[in-house]
């Protein structure tokens, strides 16, 4: 799997769009982004997913970058329950491009704060 | 549907003791995973099924065994604790081993070993 990198840290408004950045320049053809977060002391969640077209579901929006080396992650108006740590992960998608490989490694992702 | 359970929420243990780590989920997934989580670490993980029956290691499986017996259950063994292995554990599920990408996560346990 491809490996990411992300800021440590970030702080965002309450109320403000915030953006998540992930830079993921060894990324190959069949490789998806997928974004994570876990809130403290709690379970990571999936948030959303993408290969090459931005995507947008309720709880956030993915842009990728057209040569695919990098993607933010966007939050539109970010509350006091969005603190929590972002994880950026790539690896194969779901259409079985990936068998002998179902693992997902995490790395230490990127500390959002919103500040009231 | 509950989702991904994972009993008990805490546990304590003295190093030697054995116990194990709970985890069901009622999504009818095929693949179930096992993750530790250290402070200021990102998950690393430890088992994985991709069907019942069918188990492999990850990145940190030593100290730990895992079975598959039932679609539903995948449950963590501790043989023999060490205080290393305090941790918070969370167990994982997907539809598929194909679709690792979009786990659903327990709320974990929280381990310590003295």
């Known amino acids: 799997d491809a490996k990411t990198t992300q800021p440590t840290s970030m702080d965002c408004a309450e109320g403000r769009a915030a953006n998540l950045p992930c830079n993921h320049s060894?990324?190959?053809?069949?490789?998806?982004v997928y974004w994570y977060r876990q809130i403290h002391s709690q379970g990571p969640q999936y948030i959303i997913h993408g290969l090459k077209n931005n995507e947008t579901n309720e709880m956030a929006s993915l842009i990728i970058t057209e040569d695919r080396k990098s993607s933010t992650l966007i939050l539109p108006h970010a509350t006091l329950r969005d603190t929590a740590v972002y994880y950026c992960?790539?690896?194969?998608?779901?259409?079985?491009?990936?068998?002998?490989?179902?693992?997902?490694?995490f790395g230490t992702g990127t500390r959002l704060t919103i500040i009231p | 549907n509950a989702g991904v359970t994972q009993t008990p929420k805490f546990q304590v243990l003295k190093t030697g003791q054995s116990m194990t780590l709970q985890c069901a989920q009622d999504?009818?997934?095929?693949?179930m995973s096992w993750y530790r989580q250290d402070p200021g670490m990102g998950l690393r993980l430890i088992h994985y099924s991709v069907g019942a029956g069918i188990t492999d290691q990850g990145e940190v499986p030593n100290g730990y065994n895992v079975s598959r017996s039932t679609t539903e259950d995948f449950p963590l063994r501790l043989l023999s604790a060490a205080p290393s292995q305090t941790s918070v554990y969370f167990c994982a599920s997907s539809f598929s081993g194909s679709d690792v990408g979009r786990q659903f996560f327990g709320p974990g346990t929280r381990l310590t070993v003295l």
């Open positions: 060894t990324i190959s053809g069949n490789e998806y």
């Open positions: 999504m009818n997934h095929e693949y």
């Open positions: 992960i790539v690896r194969g998608g779901p259409l079985g491009s990936n068998f002998g490989n179902e693992k997902l490694t």
